[in-house]
Protein backbone atom coordinates (compact mmCIF):
# COMPACT_ATOMS: atom_id res chain seq x y z
CA UNK A 1 0.00 0.00 0.00
CA UNK A 2 2.39 2.35 0.74
CA UNK A 3 3.86 1.71 -2.89
CA UNK A 4 0.79 2.55 -4.36
CA UNK A 5 0.05 5.96 -2.26
CA UNK A 6 3.54 6.96 -2.78
CA UNK A 7 3.39 6.86 -7.01
CA UNK A 8 0.07 8.57 -6.47
CA UNK A 9 2.09 11.56 -4.91
CA UNK A 10 4.55 11.07 -6.94
CA UNK A 11 1.74 11.29 -10.16
CA UNK A 12 0.39 14.60 -8.55
CA UNK A 13 4.30 16.45 -8.60
CA UNK A 14 5.44 15.51 -11.82
CA UNK A 15 1.55 16.71 -13.47
CA UNK A 16 1.57 19.94 -11.87
CA UNK A 17 3.69 22.87 -12.56
CA UNK A 18 4.94 24.92 -9.45
CA UNK A 19 2.40 27.89 -10.88
CA UNK A 20 -0.43 25.63 -10.88
CA UNK A 21 0.66 24.20 -7.77
CA UNK A 22 1.07 27.97 -6.14
CA UNK A 23 -2.56 28.85 -7.27
CA UNK A 24 -3.96 25.74 -5.77
CA UNK A 25 -2.74 26.73 -2.43
CA UNK A 26 -3.93 30.20 -3.12
CA UNK A 27 -7.52 28.42 -3.41
CA UNK A 28 -7.16 26.40 -0.96
CA UNK A 29 -7.35 22.92 -2.29
CA UNK A 30 -3.50 21.84 -1.36
CA UNK A 31 -1.79 23.10 1.62
CA UNK A 32 1.94 24.74 2.01
CA UNK A 33 2.38 21.95 4.85
CA UNK A 34 1.88 19.23 1.81
CA UNK A 35 3.65 20.70 -0.69
CA UNK A 36 6.96 21.68 1.76
CA UNK A 37 6.88 18.45 2.63
CA UNK A 38 6.09 17.11 -1.22
CA UNK A 39 3.65 14.02 0.20
CA UNK A 40 0.24 14.57 0.71
CA UNK A 41 -0.97 11.73 2.75
CA UNK A 42 -1.57 11.92 6.54
CA UNK A 43 -0.37 10.06 9.50
CA UNK A 44 -1.81 6.32 9.68
CA UNK A 45 -4.67 5.62 11.34
CA UNK A 46 -5.07 3.88 14.65
CA UNK A 47 -6.29 0.18 14.70
CA UNK A 48 -8.49 1.51 17.70
CA UNK A 49 -9.84 4.22 15.35
CA UNK A 50 -10.39 1.76 12.94
CA UNK A 51 -12.56 -0.82 15.15
CA UNK A 52 -14.60 2.21 16.56
CA UNK A 53 -15.56 3.50 13.44
CA UNK A 54 -16.60 0.07 12.51
CA UNK A 55 -18.74 -0.09 15.46
CA UNK A 56 -20.29 3.06 15.02
CA UNK A 57 -21.26 1.75 11.48
CA UNK A 58 -22.23 -1.63 12.06
CA UNK A 59 -19.76 -3.07 9.80
CA UNK A 60 -16.08 -4.36 9.15
CA UNK A 61 -14.40 -2.33 6.92
CA UNK A 62 -12.62 -4.22 3.92
CA UNK A 63 -9.07 -5.12 4.08
CA UNK A 64 -7.55 -3.06 1.30
CA UNK A 65 -9.18 0.14 2.78
CA UNK A 66 -8.34 -0.70 6.25
CA UNK A 67 -4.97 -0.98 5.11
CA UNK A 68 -5.39 2.19 3.67
CA UNK A 69 -6.10 4.00 6.52
CA UNK A 70 -3.17 2.03 8.45
CA UNK A 71 -0.97 3.59 5.75
CA UNK A 72 -2.22 7.14 5.46
CA UNK A 73 -5.33 8.36 7.08
CA UNK A 74 -6.76 10.30 4.40
CA UNK A 75 -5.47 11.42 1.20
CA UNK A 76 -5.21 14.64 -0.81
CA UNK A 77 -5.73 14.69 -4.51
CA UNK A 78 -5.61 11.60 -5.83
CA UNK A 79 -5.90 12.34 -9.27
CA UNK A 80 -6.68 15.49 -11.11
CA UNK A 81 -10.29 14.54 -10.60
CA UNK A 82 -10.46 13.27 -7.18
CA UNK A 83 -9.77 15.61 -4.18
CA UNK A 84 -9.77 14.19 -0.52
CA UNK A 85 -9.98 10.76 0.36
CA UNK A 86 -11.48 10.72 3.24
CA UNK A 87 -9.90 9.87 7.26
CA UNK A 88 -11.41 7.78 9.11
CA UNK A 89 -13.88 10.12 11.42
CA UNK A 90 -15.33 11.20 8.23
CA UNK A 91 -16.31 7.84 6.39
CA UNK A 92 -20.39 7.36 7.10
CA UNK A 93 -22.84 5.86 4.89
CA UNK A 94 -24.20 7.85 1.90
CA UNK A 95 -27.66 7.42 3.97
CA UNK A 96 -26.29 10.55 6.44
CA UNK A 97 -24.18 12.09 4.36
CA UNK A 98 -26.19 12.99 0.97
CA UNK A 99 -29.07 14.92 0.60
CA UNK A 100 -32.96 13.33 -0.54
CA UNK A 101 -32.65 14.43 -3.60
CA UNK A 102 -29.92 12.92 -4.77
CA UNK A 103 -31.73 9.21 -3.93
CA UNK A 104 -34.94 10.63 -5.51
CA UNK A 105 -32.61 11.00 -8.46
CA UNK A 106 -31.21 7.60 -7.99
CA UNK A 107 -34.77 5.84 -7.77
CA UNK A 108 -35.77 7.42 -11.54
CA UNK A 109 -32.84 5.36 -13.11
CA UNK A 110 -32.86 2.18 -11.29
CA UNK A 111 -33.04 -0.49 -13.48
CA UNK A 112 -31.72 -4.42 -13.14
CA UNK A 113 -28.25 -4.94 -14.96
CA UNK A 114 -27.62 -8.85 -15.58
CA UNK A 115 -24.65 -10.48 -13.66
CA UNK A 116 -22.95 -11.50 -17.18
CA UNK A 117 -22.64 -7.52 -17.84
CA UNK A 118 -22.44 -6.07 -14.15
CA UNK A 119 -19.29 -8.57 -12.92
CA UNK A 120 -17.31 -7.01 -15.74
CA UNK A 121 -14.32 -4.88 -14.75
CA UNK A 122 -11.57 -3.04 -15.90
CA UNK A 123 -11.21 -1.24 -19.03
CA UNK A 124 -14.23 -3.68 -20.68
CA UNK A 125 -16.58 -2.90 -18.15
CA UNK A 126 -19.79 -0.79 -19.53
CA UNK A 127 -20.02 1.90 -16.82
CA UNK A 128 -23.85 2.83 -17.99
CA UNK A 129 -24.66 -0.51 -16.98
CA UNK A 130 -24.87 -0.36 -12.90
CA UNK A 131 -27.52 -0.18 -10.33
CA UNK A 132 -28.22 3.12 -8.60
CA UNK A 133 -29.75 1.19 -5.58
CA UNK A 134 -25.74 0.23 -4.77
CA UNK A 135 -25.30 3.90 -4.21
CA UNK A 136 -27.87 4.07 -1.72
CA UNK A 137 -26.38 1.22 0.40
CA UNK A 138 -22.63 2.45 0.14
CA UNK A 139 -19.86 3.47 2.44
CA UNK A 140 -19.16 7.58 1.40
CA UNK A 141 -15.10 7.36 1.50
CA UNK A 142 -14.29 10.93 -0.13
CA UNK A 143 -14.95 14.49 -0.53
CA UNK A 144 -17.75 15.03 -3.85
CA UNK A 145 -15.04 17.10 -5.94
CA UNK A 146 -15.83 18.29 -9.68
CA UNK A 147 -18.85 16.27 -9.80
CA UNK A 148 -17.17 12.60 -8.68
CA UNK A 149 -17.11 11.11 -4.95
CA UNK A 150 -15.79 7.45 -3.98
CA UNK A 151 -17.87 5.24 -2.43
CA UNK A 152 -17.48 1.61 -1.25
CA UNK A 153 -20.60 -0.78 -1.79
CA UNK A 154 -20.97 -3.65 0.96
CA UNK A 155 -23.60 -5.38 -1.50
CA UNK A 156 -20.98 -6.89 -3.85
CA UNK A 157 -18.04 -8.51 -2.36
CA UNK A 158 -15.29 -10.49 -3.76
CA UNK A 159 -14.00 -12.51 -0.78
CA UNK A 160 -14.04 -9.51 2.26
CA UNK A 161 -12.93 -6.99 -0.51
CA UNK A 162 -15.84 -4.47 -1.41
CA UNK A 163 -17.05 -2.88 -4.33
CA UNK A 164 -15.44 0.34 -5.22
CA UNK A 165 -18.17 2.70 -6.97
CA UNK A 166 -16.55 6.04 -8.38
CA UNK A 167 -19.65 8.46 -9.29
CA UNK A 168 -19.49 11.16 -11.45
CA UNK A 169 -21.42 13.71 -12.99
CA UNK A 170 -20.23 13.24 -16.12
CA UNK A 171 -19.75 9.54 -16.03
CA UNK A 172 -22.43 7.56 -17.73
CA UNK A 173 -23.04 5.56 -15.01
CA UNK A 174 -20.21 4.54 -11.82
CA UNK A 175 -16.57 3.11 -12.50
CA UNK A 176 -16.46 -0.11 -10.58
CA UNK A 177 -13.15 -2.23 -9.46
CA UNK A 178 -13.58 -5.42 -7.25
CA UNK A 179 -11.32 -3.52 -4.36
CA UNK A 180 -9.90 -0.27 -2.75
CA UNK A 181 -6.60 -1.19 -3.51
CA UNK A 182 -7.66 -1.76 -7.18
CA UNK A 183 -9.58 1.69 -7.30
CA UNK A 184 -6.12 2.94 -6.14
CA UNK A 185 -3.99 0.99 -8.67
CA UNK A 186 -5.92 1.85 -11.45
CA UNK A 187 -5.81 5.35 -10.63
CA UNK A 188 -2.43 5.87 -10.91
CA UNK A 189 -2.54 3.91 -14.05
CA UNK A 190 -4.55 6.79 -15.30
CA UNK A 191 -2.48 9.66 -13.49
CA UNK A 192 0.48 8.10 -16.00
CA UNK A 193 -1.32 7.85 -19.07
CA UNK A 194 -2.85 11.38 -19.28
CA UNK A 195 0.80 12.92 -18.52
CA UNK A 196 2.12 11.10 -20.98
CA UNK A 197 -0.76 11.89 -23.37
Not at 49 to 68: A, D, M, V, Y
Request: glycine share 4%; proline share 5%; aromatic share 14%.
Amino acid sequence: MQKILNDINEDFFLSHEPAIIEEMIINGVIDKEAIANKWLGYPPATEQEIQNKERLLGTLLPPSFKEFLLTSNGFKQVSIFQDNLFPIDKVDWAKNTEQQWWFDLLEQNDFEVPDEIYFVYGQEQAPAMYSDKYLKHSLKVSERYDGMCVFLNPMIKDGEEWEVLVYATWYPGTKRYRSFKEYLLETHEINVALRDF
